[in-house]
């Protein structure tokens, strides 16, 4: 696993929690100053890809429940689930309609097939091990059920420089002034050492997903992943990724 710790970008599973449990408070104000309020557009984009309307849908590791309302919005009926009960307190006061549950990603409460779409935005970069949180979210989805990932990424060309400037130096400097600022030391860190675009969508081919493609969202700053489970319950063979920009 490497070294463990905030300037690695990897934590244990209570030191992930322990960690968004203190930053709740400013979740969401970080978000929207970190990303200049893109992140809204990103999470209507990532719900329009997931959402049918009627799906039942999971919105794993949901934070303080952006996306999973996004994806009500899109007419989903939506279960979010996440393991900070301080960042689902905050999820709770949003809404009343979304049903919000205390869990593990890595090992999710519901039976086989619950769902039929998944999201998960600005959340798999935690897990201790991505391609079962993958896994996971394709067991509790029906055949032909979609997976949707968005998550940060490190950018090509032009923007490259601004992008470390903004996320290695402002943004930790930001989190100094507020509670659980170390958490803002460990966001850099831990985009640093995630796979790239290509690399996670061959993930998520291995966890068992069909037709994975994927786009990127604010000149490269973010992925957005697709993935489905395939109809015929075989796993599909790795590589066959398709990657889009």
Same mark, same amino acid.
């Given at each position: 696993? =490497? ?5 690695? =970008? ?11 449990? &203190?930053?709740?408070? #400013?979740? /969401? ?9 893109? +992140?809204?557009?990103?999470?209507? %984009? ?8 009627? +799906? ?22 939506? $279960?979010?689930? +996440? ?6 307190? &905050?999820?709770? &006061? ?6 919000? #549950?205390?869990? /593990? ?5 519901? @039976?086989?097939?619950?769902? @039929?779409?998944? $999201? ?16 996971? %979210? ?36 930001? =989190? ?21 675009? @290509? +690399?996670?969508? @061959? ?7 069909? /037709? #994975?493609?994927?786009?990127? %969202? =604010? ?8 993935? $489905? ?17």
């Amino acid at each position: 696993m =490497g070294t463990v710790g905030i300037r690695s =970008g990897t934590l244990p599973p209570d030191g992930v929690r322990v960690m968004f449990d &203190r930053i709740a408070p #400013v979740y /969401d104000l970080m978000n929207r100053v970190m990303t200049m309020g893109l +992140d809204r557009r990103w999470r209507r %984009l990532a719900a329009a890809a997931a959402v049918r309307p009627g +799906d039942r849908v999971l919105d794993a590791c949901c934070g303080t429940g952006d996306l999973a309302l996004a994806c009500e919005r899109a007419g989903g009926r939506v $279960t979010g689930l +996440d393991f900070s009960e301080r960042m689902l307190a &905050r999820a709770r &006061r949003k809404s009343a309609s979304v049903e919000w #549950v205390r869990g /593990d990603a890595l090992a999710l409460p519901f @039976e086989d097939g619950s769902f @039929e779409a998944a $999201t998960v935005g600005f959340g798999v970069r935690n897990l201790a091990d991505l391609e079962a949180g993958f896994r996971e %979210l394709a067991r509790v989805l029906a055949p032909g059920g979609r997976v949707v990932c968005l998550e940060i990424t490190r950018p090509r060309g032009v923007l490259r420089p601004f992008f470390r400037l903004w996320f290695d130096g402002v943004v930790p400097l930001l =989190g100094r002034i507020l509670p659980g600022g170390a958490a803002y030391s460990y966001l850099p860190a831990s985009v640093r050492r995630f796979p790239g675009p @290509e +690399d996670l969508a @061959e993930l998520m081919t291995r966890a068992g997903l069909a /037709d #994975v493609r994927w786009r990127r %969202l =604010g000149g490269g700053i973010v992925a957005l992943h697709i993935g $489905t489970v395939p109809r015929n319950g075989t796993v599909p063979i790795e590589g066959n990724a398709d990657g889009k920009q």
